[in-house]
């Protein structure tokens, strides 16, 4: 059998784990392994070919059910646990692995982050601490088209998230890693690019600045600051060419042609470990042992027949990253590189030899910035404009220039030259400020992508081959209707009789989206922290991305986690209207017996009452959205003793099919006599699992169930739509309907929500 039809069978088993929506029972797991046995004993090759897809099928089953099952297993109880230390801030975040549970040992290893607590002493990587650990299931926010926090970690192997409750230290030293880095820490404070310095060398990201991060991708170029594949196959081609160089001094009997090759290899090795091995880091190095094992085999393999070797050792290696989005990345990458230079080869034109390099690397640029235009889509949800100019002077420079002289700095590093050392750091530094100062020149350069542009994304593809084919001019007709068919989102009209109401995951506050007719509006805007707010983070790219044009904004109170995005959202739209019962300077009044129209439907205020200035969640404005047939009751945080006001007054208007749970499902609010006037048919509430509070209570769930009313919230489902028609509804969640997958699923402890 051959190892590109090994490889192949190797991807298509493993990988349906990034579609699958839940993982098979172990009962389902050895009925097919059985029929995988069997097929390989049938003597004719495709059945060989289907069972060794099962079996590839199987070990990624299991190594997804490996993962899960720390999230799964550990929260239930306080683990006494040994944890090898692989990170830390040097202060209250580190990142562990744990080696040992109630003094027994676990392998693999289980990954867990440790947040918000000083350790008892200096901290590094590379320490080893017995410690008493409360852990938690890693659960992220889930909301359509939002980064998946969930899935990242688990594709990282960090399934775990907690504090401790006692720590000591067992091993007290520091990792040669940990000490090395220290020492260039040490060594570059007094240097202002340090901190790209250390990601550029050591694979150091968390300390680089935020600004640096957002210069980077508006430019399209912040891979140049992964540990990936173009950094290690450099050191690897270094390394390679400087054994090389080293054998024209040999006699020729010592000269071995593989030497090079796995020298350069090794090395590459050797550097990834040194950046912390991080996932990225590692897949490149895999894939160069594999390329390596490809060339040393003395047979000429195709660009194509590499890749699909290099992709399926990967992922055989580590079938969890088939989840990982970088891995899609890098691998999406080289493949367009691959389809670009043999459908669309460099043109031979008589240049110098600078020419020559300018126009390989022009090229090159364009091949990628065009290609990869359906992953930048679908992960980044816009473009950069200035990436193909930026990539031109940025590539050439951080790869020929500033990598190279960090390198050298690393090794001096190592001999005590402080002159040599200075003289290195002080000319990596002075590349990188000439980087920076040529990405700041440029004219900001991001585009915004909403997801209509999904499918045609992909028309570059398709064009280029049309165009080699000569298809535009035998197949006219296919190539247009290929076309339409693509651009089919942008004449699709949305239809007159649905509106919809999407409650998103934001964590412990409350964020509505009224949608229609590509116009929405907003109940409340998520919370607010110090680096940032919902808005900045969530909001306004799930707006961007569902082309949706906010008008205005219902505020129900002045508490933060529910006006905590109301300034970034006037920044980015600045016409937007605002109304609330807060009586702020622009603010259009929310008080009992307002009614607005909007799209067709009617707004009608229910609480607080007019002229009443106090404020707190006993004032939150409550509204009726209604189209005359069906109608939603958004209520904010009130609470029982205003709930029994509004019913006592105002009771008659208060019926609504759906209602948004009060105050988060605290048992202070959702009074039974509320429930039962309302008469509705679904309860729907925004929490964040891991609350101080223990929201939604478990009481107030069982009052609405017993009510008939259909419950849903946030922490169970992420993100919750309703779409709304004249006559029925739906009610579609992310982790059960629009986006159900078994890295999305409820981990841990089945009703844990403190």
Known sequence: MKLTTISTCAL???????????????????????LACLLCLIPHRYMHYAGLVLLFFLWGILAAKEVIWAGNTLPAKTQQAIVRITGTDNMTTHYGQITHLQGKRIFPAVGVVLYGQYLPGDVCAGQTWAMMLKVRAVHGQLNEGGFDSQRYALAQHQPLTGRFLQASVITPQCSLRARYLSSLKTTLAAYPWQQVILGLGMGERLSVS???????????????????????????????????GGQFFMPARWICWQAPLVGGVLCAAFYAWLTGLQPPALRTVIALMVWGALKLSGRQWSGWAVWITCLAAIVVVDPVAVISQSLWLSAFAVAALLFWFQWMPMPCWPLSRIGRAVLALAHLQLGITVLLLPVQIALFHGVS??????????????????VPLILAGMVVHLTGQVMIEAGLWYLADRSLELLFWGLNSLPDGWLNIDARWQWLALSPWLMLIAWRL?????????????????????WRTPRADLWQVHMLDVGQGLAMVIARNGKALLYDTGLAWPEGDSAQQLIIPWLRWHNLEPQGVILSHEHLDHRGGLQSLQQAWPSLWIRSPLGWKGHLPCFRGEHWQWQGLTFSAHWPVSGNKEQGNN???????????????LTGDIESPAEQKMLSHYWQHLQATFVQVPHHGSNTSSSLALIQRVGGQAAIASASRYNAWRLPSWKVRQRYRQQNYQWLDTPHQGQITLDIYQKSWRIRSLRDQILPRWYHQWFGVLEDNG
Not at 385 to 402: C, D, E, G, I, K
Not at 470 to 490: D, M, Q
């Open 12 to 34: 298509c088993g493993i990988l349906p784990l990034t579609l699958l929506p839940v993982l098979p029972d172990m009962l389902c797991v050895s009925l097919v392994f059985g």
């Open 210 to 244: 935020q600004a640096v991060k957002n210069i980077m991708r508006d430019t399209g170029t912040a891979h140049l600051m992964a540990i990936s594949g173009l950094h290690i196959a450099f050191a690897a081609l270094l390394a390679g060419g400087l054994i090389r």
């Open 385 to 402: 404009l200035s990436s193909l100019l930026a990539n031109l002077f940025a590539v050439p420079l951080v790869t020929f220039v500033s």
């Open 470 to 490: 000569n298809a535009w001019e035998t197949l006219p007709v296919a190539c247009f209707t290929g076309l339409l068919l693509l651009s089919g989102p942008f």
């Open 619 to 633: 004032h939150s404005c409550v509204v009726k959205v209604d189209d005359g047939h069906q109608s939603i009751l």
